[in-house]
Each structure stands twice: as structure tokens, then as C-alpha cells.
């Protein structure tokens, strides 16, 4: 530690060692940069606000050190510091033109919607490719009012980091998604089946993917199709879609 540090100094701690007509130096500062940020923020448009896309993000990261250095640092000219946001945004700008006119450009920078569900169950190439589980997706589903996968004919991941689902116009019996893990814990994970006699209209819903299968092919110890998995529950019943 520095010897010429004096612990617990509070004028060093709250005012530091710069002159106090300095302070009014930094009101200036930052109504400059502030002003002349929002100007470039509105050069953008809605569009760049209105979601956080790749590029988006990159540009919020850029823009940060930017406009927070030049607020305070002395030794940070303000041109220098509005020269760096101007070649940002304007970065930005061309970008953003160029994902208007090219889908390719757009599929490389901000990437490709990802098919998370299909016909009522989880596909794990997809939940793989976007480093999501299971678990992670199933609250997503709830959040839209999904009671179990049956009601889902497909769901996607799309670029901007939402969940577009479509339901099916008649449900079917599915993997229930209520009540959530860990909720009740009688009930965290629901009774195996192992009869065939027991599965409700004869059908059996994997306990992993969700796909359903006739009980009597796969109980009691048959590997799914699409996930390979042996745990095999009741399906949800189908229930009727809202109006």
C-alpha cells in the first residue's frame, strides 16, 4: 500500500484529489456526452432499441467505456471521446443497413431461429445448439400459458432471444409442465408407468423429450426414439384451446 495513502481519509474518499471547480467541469462533461449520445441513439432508430439483437449488444459494450471515460477522466479530450462514438454508431448504422438487405449477412451476425419443440415434444438437437435444458424451456412454456407439450405443435428460439410458439388447434395429451420442479415436492417428479394397463387411453408420454408412444410398445422398459430415454409417465390430458 501507499505509504502517502492515509486510511478511512474521508475528503480523499469523497472528494479526491481534484480541485472542486472540477466537479462543475464533470456537469459539463456529462451533459455534452449525454446530449450528443442520445443524438446518435436517435440516428439509429427504433429498431435498435427496440430489441438487443448481436449487434446491438456489441454496440451498448462499445458505446460504455466511451461515454462513461470521457465524463470524469480529465485526461480524456471530449472530441476524442465523441470521434469514438461517431465511428461506433456509424458502424452500427452500416450494419444495420446491411442486415436490412441481406438475409445471409443477417443469419451470420445475429444467427438463425431454432426449433425447440416439434409436435409436442422437446428436440434436444435444438436445446443443445442453444445450450438450454429441458428445465429452462418448460418455464418458458409456462410463462406463455403452456400446461403440458400436447398443446405445442412447434416452438422457436428466434434470434432476438424470444420464444414464438404455435399451438396445436386441438390439444393432445402431452408431458405436463405443471405443477414446476421443486414446487411441491411430493410431486417433483411424477409416478413411473410400468403397466401398460394402467396408461390412460393407452398411451405413454416419455419423461425426458415428452414424446408419446402406444404403452404397449414401449412400457416397461422401452428406449424413446428421440431421446432414448426408459422413464416413461402418464401424458397430460388434452385440454380444450380458449376461443
Not at 459494450?61 to 456509424?90: K, Q, R
Not at 420442479?181 to 401398460?196: E, H, I, M, N
Request: charged share 20%; with cysteine.
Amino acid at each position: 500500500m501507499d505509504q502517502n495513502i492515509i486510511p478511512f481519509d474521508l475528503h480523499r474518499m469523497f472528494l479526491g484529489e481534484q480541485p472542486l471547480l472540477f466537479y462543475a467541469e464533470i456537469l459539463v462533461r456529462t451533459l455534452i456526452i449525454y446530449i450528443y449520445t442520445l443524438l446518435m441513439i436517435r440516428w439509429i432508430g427504433g429498431r435498435g432499441i427496440a430489441q438487443l439483437s448481436m449487434v446491438e449488444f456489441v454496440l451498448v459494450i462499445a458505446l460504455g467505456s466511451a461515454v462513461g471515460d470521457a465524463m470524469f477522466y480529465p485526461e480524456v479530450p471530449l472530441l476524442v471521446a465523441m470521434l469514438v462514438i461517431t465511428v461506433v454508431i456509424s458502424a452500427n448504422k452500416l450494419l444495420d443497413l446491411l442486415l436490412l438487405r441481406s438475409d445471409r449477412a443477417k443469419d451470420l451476425i445475429d444467427g438463425r431461429p431454432v426449433e425447440l419443440v416439434r409436435d409436442g415434444r422437446l428436440v434436444h438437437e435444438g436445446l443443445n445448439a442453444c445450450d438450454m435444458g429441458p428445465a429452462e424451456i418448460r418455464g418458458l412454456l409456462r410463462e406463455a400459458g403452456i400446461r403440458n407439450l400436447g398443446q405445442v405443435q412447434h416452438a422457436y428460439l428466434e434470434s432476438s432471444g424470444k420464444l414464438s410458439i404455435f399451438r396445436r388447434p386441438h390439444a393432445r395429451p402431452g408431458l405436463p409442465l405443471l405443477p414446476p420442479d421443486g414446487v411441491f415436492p411430493s410431486q417433483d417428479r411424477p409416478a413411473p408407468l410400468r403397466d401398460p394397463a394402467l396408461a390412460p387411453g393407452g398411451l405413454a408420454c416419455c419423461l425426458t423429450c415428452g414424446a408419446t408412444a402406444r404403452a404397449a410398445t414401449v412400457l416397461p422398459d422401452g428406449v424413446c426414439e428421440f431421446c432414448s430415454s426408459t422413464q416413461w409417465i402418464a401424458p397430460a390430458k388434452e385440454e380444450r384451446e380458449p376461443e
